[in-house]
């Protein structure tokens, strides 16, 4: 079904019919998300031999674990028994510095950092683009900049040239805030269009959807997930980080059974140690955003 194609009424009853599954399949559901199902051993790219579990990826192979979070793995195996360990966590994190007061200084701190670390990603305000890219060039970690932020109420035309300026200077990935006041007045075709178009001028970089979870209803947040992923969006984000709240699990993991294993969750706002991030990504996280990220890294607690 192509949205294009539908009347505002026709989508609406299209979204609504959806969450009310949605919603009723997930009230039938145990509070955390489903395990995957076993599938069939694959060959270890370091031994040449069967997979045996042996729970040392996230150690010895970094970027192949990056690169599964980036595709939107749910969950990385790690030889930590039931706890998850700072080191676990790292190349989760999107290492973040929004601040309007940041200085140039602080955004070079920043990208040190990330690289030191191992951190999927630094997450900075647009106009300091073209000086990560030239701090982190030749190097694993991603640029990630914010569209529409932190209100998501510009026009979807400043959205879409905010996208194109930030890629041509240098980001790899987009958050994008929606459109909130849209999506609560029931407008999903507009904020379907929003987007999409964002997503259209991102050219192929992942873009991850921020909902804004803490001013909506679990309703609302499922509706802005299914838009999220109709759009083409790779990822849905829980928070600015400016709103009224931040990352919760209970919303990671409605927002993980939502999208399915298909597409990304990061958790973001308010998560400042390790206890904190690891309950994310049991919920089903595979971003981290955090401006804590040091601390949750250096941490010597670990959670269950």
């Known amino acids: 079904m192509d949205l294009n194609d539908l009347s505002q009424e026709e989508l609406a009853s299209v979204v609504n019919e959806v969450v009310r599954r949605v919603v009723s399949r997930l009230e039938g559901e145990p509070s955390s998300p489903p395990e995957p199902a076993e599938a069939p051993a694959a060959l270890c790219a370091l031994t040449a031999e069967r997979c045996t579990a042996c729970g040392s990826c996230v150690e010895r192979r970094p970027e192949d674990v990056r690169t599964m979070i980036d595709q939107g793995a749910s969950r990385i195996g790690a030889q930590v028994g039931t706890q998850l360990t700072a080191q676990d966590i790292a190349p989760f994190i999107d290492h973040t510095l929004l601040k309007p007061n940041v200085k140039e200084e602080e955004i070079t701190q920043l990208c040190n950092e990330a690289r030191e670390f191992g951190f999927a990603a630094i997450c900075i305000n647009p106009s300091y683009v073209p000086l990560a890219a030239t701090l982190l060039a030749n190097t694993p970690v991603k640029i990630c900049t914010v569209v529409g932020f932190p209100l998501g109420s510009m026009t979807t035309e400043a959205k879409a040239f905010e996208t194109r300026d930030a890629v041509a200077k240098g980001a790899d990935e987009i958050d994008v805030v929606i459109n909130v006041g849209k999506l609560k007045s029931g407008d999903y075709q507009y904020v379907a269009e929003d987007i999409k178009a964002v997503v259209k001028a991102a050219q192929h970089r992942i873009v991850k959807v921020i909902i804004e979870a803490a001013m909506l209803t679990d309703d609302e947040k499922v509706a802005a997930c299914i838009l999220a992923k109709a759009g083409g969006a790779q990822f849905v984000k829980t928070?600015?980080?400016?709103?009224?709240?931040?990352?919760?699990?209970?919303?990671?993991?409605?927002?993980?059974?939502?999208?399915?294993?298909?597409?990304?969750?990061?958790?973001?706002?308010?998560?400042?140690?390790?206890?904190?991030?690891?309950?994310?990504?049991?919920?089903?996280?595979?971003?981290?955003?955090?401006?804590?990220?040091?601390?949750?890294?250096?941490?010597?607690?670990?959670?269950?």
């Open 239 to 304: 928070s600015t980080g400016f709103g009224p709240g931040g990352a919760t699990a209970h919303d990671v993991a409605l927002m993980r059974r939502t999208v399915g294993a298909e597409m990304g969750v990061k958790a973001a706002g308010g998560i400042r140690d390790l206890a904190t991030a690891a309950e994310m990504v049991k919920a089903g996280a595979t971003r981290i955003g955090a401006s804590a990220s040091i601390q949750i890294v250096t941490s010597q607690s670990s959670a269950s």
